[in-house]
C-alpha cells in the first residue's frame, strides 16, 4: 500500500510544481502590469492618421493611401502606387480612374 501511495506521489509531483509555478508566474505578472503606467497601444495609428490627410478607411480592406478610384492605386497604408509611390495622387499624369458601370 505504501508503494502505490509513493507512486502517485512521485508521479504528481512535476504537474504541482508546475502549477504552483504558473500561478506565481501569473500573480507576479498582474502586479507587473498594475503598476505599469498606460502607454496608449492605438498611439501608433492615431499618430499615422493625424499626420497624413489622404490616408482613408474603407470597410473591409482597411486603411488606404491616395484616391481609392483610380485603379493604379496600391491599396495599402504605405504605398500609393507603384508609379508614384510617395507623391500626390493630384495632378498625377498615370492617374486612371476606375469606371464603374451603372446598374439599373
Avoid at 505599469?36 to 499618430?47: A, H, N, Y
Avoid at 496600391?74 to 510617395?86: D, E, K
Amino acid at each position: 500500500m505504501l508503494v502505490i501511495f509513493l507512486i502517485f506521489a512521485v508521479g504528481l509531483t512535476p504537474a504541482l510544481v508546475s502549477a504552483l509555478m504558473t500561478v506565481r508566474a501569473e500573480r507576479a505578472e498582474k502586479r507587473h502590469v498594475q503598476f505599469m503606467p498606460s502607454t496608449g497601444l492605438g498611439q501608433g495609428v492615431m499618430k499615422l492618421l493625424e499626420a497624413d490627410q489622404d490616408l482613408h478607411y474603407v470597410d473591409g480592406m482597411g486603411y488606404m493611401v491616395g484616391d481609392i478610384t483610380c485603379n493604379l492605386n496600391a491599396r495599402s497604408p504605405y504605398l500609393r502606387c507603384a508609379v508614384n509611390p510617395m507623391g500626390p495622387c493630384d495632378g498625377c499624369r498615370a492617374y486612371a480612374p476606375r469606371v464603374f458601370d451603372r446598374q439599373y
